[in-house]
C-alpha cells in the first residue's frame, strides 16, 4: 500500500521524491473513515452547535433587515447623494471576489493538474456558492421592488413592455453572476456525485439513504461513467475558467465603463481579478484551518497545502499591490487633472484611512509570507488572512465611496455615512455564510474523496 | 448460454445479469480487465471508488461523443445569444426593425445616439450564455449518456458492492455476453485474481410499478393541474372586484393631486388657508407660452382699436364680446348687440405670412375640424349635417344648416374681414362653437388662410337631396384641394 509517512510537515522539498499529498499512512478506506467520520458522529461536536448557533443568530438579523428594507426601502441604507453606491456594492464585490478562489482551486489548478487541490477544493467550491449567494443578495435587495426581480432577465412581461438594455455593464453582471453561480452548482455538485454515492453506501438511517439515494443519481463507479464524468468534469473546469476570469472582469466593468475619475481606468479588469483570487484564497485558509482542526483532517488537508495557499496569497497580494501603484502612476502619467486629484484624494484626503488600511492590510502584511515559519503555522496565517480579508474588504470601499464622494461637480461633493442596517446586514451575511458552511460541513463530504484516492501513490509508483 | 429465468427456490423469481468479481487494488482490476477482453468478452463492465488509469483501453471502452454534444450546443448558444440581444433590444435587417414586431416587440434604447445593435457591447453576454448552455450540455450530457439517474440497479443489493464506492474494486461480464458461460466463467475470473465472486441477479417479483402508486401518481397529476386551470380561467374573464394587490407597487401614495382638496391635517388645520391642495397662480402671472397681448396676432382685432364695453373675466384676460354668442356664458346679456365690423383686422397679422405650406397646413387642419360640418367644399353640406338634415326630416332633431362659406355674405370682405373668420372660429358664432381650445392660433391663422383660398375657388353650392339615411355624396367638382393653392387669398 501506500508509504508510510507519519511526519506531518510535508513541506520540504525534494526534488528527487514527489511530495506525499497524503500523510498519516492512509489507504482508500482510510480516506474514506476519515472523511466519512465528519457526518456519521452520533452527536456533533459542540464546537459546530456553538458556531451554527451564533451564525444562524446573524442570519436572523440579516433577515430581519432585509425585511425592514423591504418595508420601507431602500433609503433604510446609507446610500444618497452622491454616493448612490455604498456599502451594498461594496458587499457584492467582496463577496463575489471571495467566490473566485473556489473556481480556481477546482478548475484552473485541475487544468494544470495540481493535485494538491484534490483535498481542499470541495470546501472552497462550497465557499464558492455561499459566497455567490451572499453576494447575490445585495444587488437582488437593492433593485428595491424585489417582487420584479425578473425584469432584469429577458422576460417577456406583458406590462412592462420592454426588454433589458444589452449595452449596460450592469446588465451584464447579472448575466455573469447568474451564470456562475449555475455553473458553480453544477460543477460542486457534478463533483460530488460519487462521494454522495459513498455516503449512501454507508448511511444507516431511512431518510438518509432516501435523500443521498437521490442525490447520487445511483452512481456506481462504473469505468464507462467515470469514463464520460472525468471529461465532463474536464470540459466543465475548461468552461469554468474563463467563466470565473469573466465574472469579475464584467463586475469590474460596472465601474470601468463609467467616467467617474478613479473608475475610468483599463487596470480594473486585470486587477480586480487578481483581488479577488487573493481575498477568495484567504477566505479559503481562515475556512480550512478550523475545519481539518475541529475534524482531525490534518493527513488530508496537509501543511502542504496551506503553504501552497499562503504563496498563492502572497503572490495576488504583490499584484494587487503592483495595481495600486500602477493606478498612482497613470494618474501622474496621464496629465489629467481629475484622474490625478482623485488618487490624491484616495490617499490623503478625507478617506485617508480607508486607504492605508487597504494597502497595509493587501500589501504590507502578507509580506509575512516570505517567512517558513509563517506560513506553516496554521493559526498565525489565519490571522493575516483575516487582516487580508478586511483589507480587501476596504479595497472595493475606497474604490467605491472615495471616487463618488469626490466627482467632476465640487457642489455635490460629500462624506459617505452608513447606517446601522448597513453594518447589521454586512454582519449577517457572514452570518448567512457561515450557517450554509456549517450545515455543509456536516451534511455533505467535506473533501473529495473520490479524487484524493486517485492521487495516493499505488504500489508501481515506487 | 447460462439459464435465463431460475426457478430455483432460494433465488426466488430473479433473473441472472451477470457474475460480479471482487479485487482489492486497481492494477489487479486492470489486469483482469485486459484479460477479459483478451479472452474475448465484450459485455463487461468494471466499478471503481475512483477512476482507475489505464481501465479505459483493458475493457475496449471507446472514447465519449461528449465533447462534440458540448461544441454542437456551443455554436448553437453563440446565435441563441446575439439573436436574443439583437432581437429585443431592437435590431434591424433592411430597414425592418424588431420593435414594429406585432408580438414581443423589441425594445430600442436611445442612448447618447449609440447603434441599437453593436457586437463589441454584446460579447459579454453572448459570452455567457455559451458557457451557460455549454456547461448544461455537458453536465446534463454526461447524465444521459451514463443513463443517470438510474435508481435502481441489481447492483446496489449486494452488500458486498457498497464497498465499491469505499475502497474495493469490481468487474462484471454479463449474460448478455455471447461468451458467458456460469461455470467457466466464474473460474476464469478466480483464475484472474478475483478476492471473491459472486451472482448479481435481478429480482423479477417487484418490477412492476404498485397499483396504488399510479392512482396516487393520477390524483397529484390532477390537483396539480388545478392552480394553472385557475389562473387560466381567471385571465379570460372579466371581473369588477379590484384587482388583488400582494405588492402595492406604489400605486397608492402620500400625495395630493392638482385641483384636490387639501387634506385635512390635525385640529382643522389644512395646508393651505384656502383647503386648496394646490396653490393657484399669483395674480396677473402668465405661464410660459400664453403672452397673448397682440391682439391682432390673437384675436384678429386692430391694436388701435378701443372696444366699446369689455369683459374682464376671472383670470384677468380681456376678452372682447362679440354680438350674441350663445356659448359665453360669461357676457353678461347686456352686451351691444351691434357688431363694430371695422375693428377686425383686414390683413393677416405680420406675424402670419402666407405661403403653399401654410395653405397646405390650414387644407389639412381644415379637414379634421370643420369638413364635419362645413363639407370639404366648404359648402355647408359635411356628414353632420346631412346626417341632422335626415334626422330632421322626420322630425327627431331640429337643425340649423352649417354656413356655406361660398355664401355672398361670408365671402364679402368688408362684411366679413379676415380677423372676423379668426374670431368666428375662436370663439364660435350663432350656432356654431367655439375651437380656439382646440386649434392652436397658428393653425386658425393657417385655417383662415386656406377658407380665403377655398372662396376664392368660387364653386357654387351642389344641390343635395337629402335622402333617406343621410348617404349624400356631393358632387364631383367639389375638390378644391388642388385649385385653392393656385390663388392668393390676400385680399
Redesign the interface.
Known sequence: MATVNPVLDNTYDDAAKRTPLVLGGL???GV?DDVCKIWEEEKPQKIWFLVLGVAFSLLLVLGACVGHLLMKGTGVWGNNNPAYWGWPIVNFVFWVGIGHAGTLISAILFLFRQNWRTSINRAAEAMTIFAVICAGLFPGIHIG?V??FYWLF?V?TEHL???????S?L??DV??VS?YA??SV??WY?GMV?DI??F???CKTRIGKLVY??LS????????????????YT??AA??T??VL?VHT?VS?DFAVSQVPGWHTTIFPPYFVAGAIFSGFAMVVTLLVPVRKMYGLENLITLRHLENMCKIIMATGMMVGTAYGIEFFIAWYSGVQYESYAFYNRAFGNYWWAYWIMVSCNVLIPQVFWIKWCRTTPWFMVIICIFVNIGMWFERFVITVTSLCRDFVPSSWAYFHPTWIDLLMLIGSFGLFTTLFALFCRYLPVIA???V??VIP???DH | MAEENTTDPTQGNSKLVGLLAQFD???SLVHA?DQARQAGYTKT????????HG??PA?G?K??V??FI?LGIALGAVFIGLG??WY??GGSIGGVSTDESPL?P??R?K?SG?PYF?LP??I??T???I??S???A??F???F??K??????P??RISR???????KFFLMIKNADAKFDRGSTEAQLNEWGAVAVEECRQDLTDIRLPGWLRLVALIGAILLMLPPVAIFRAMGMTNRAPRLH??P?MDWQDKSKTQTVSPRLVNDEFLFADERAMRAPVDGSVARGQLDADPEMYRGIKRDYTPAVSVTTATGSVRTSLGPNQNQQDVPAAAPPAEDVSMFITTFPDEIEVTEELLARGQQRFNIYCTACHGFSGNGNGLVNQRALALAATGKATWTTAKSLHDPMVKDPEKNPIGRIFDTITNGRATMGPYGDQIPTADRWAIVAYVKALQETGIEPPVVVAEEGGAVAEGTTTEPSKTGDGTKPRP
Open positions: 489507504d482508500y478506506a474514506t421592488r417582487w420584479a429577458p417577456p413592455a420592454m426588454w433589458p438594455n444589452f449595452r455593464p446588465l451584464w448575466f455573469a451564470t449555475t455553473v453544477l460543477f457534478m460519487p454515492a459513498t449512501r453506501d454507508r439515494g437521490l443519481l445511483g452512481w456506481t463507479g462504473s469505468a464507462r461513467a467515470w469514463h464520460r464524468y472525468e471529461i465532463a470540459i466543465l468552461l469554468a474563463p467563466l469573466s464584467i466593468f474523496m473520490a479524487e484516492k486517485g499505488r504500489d508501481h | 487494488d486497481p492494477d480487465c463492465d468494471a466499478y471503481s471508488p475512483f477512476p482507475v481501465i479505459d475493457l471502452i472514447r465519449t461528449l465533447p458540448v436574443m440581444q429585443t433590444n414581443f423589441g425594445y434604447f442612448i449609440k453593436s457591447a454584446n459579454p453576454v459570452f455567457e450564455v458557457v451557460l455549454s456547461a448544461f455537458s453536465f450530457g454526461m447524465w449518456l451514463n443517470l439517474p438510474m435508481l435502481a440497479n447492483l446496489h458492492f457498497k464497498r465499491a464506492t469505499n475502497d400582494f405588492m407597487d
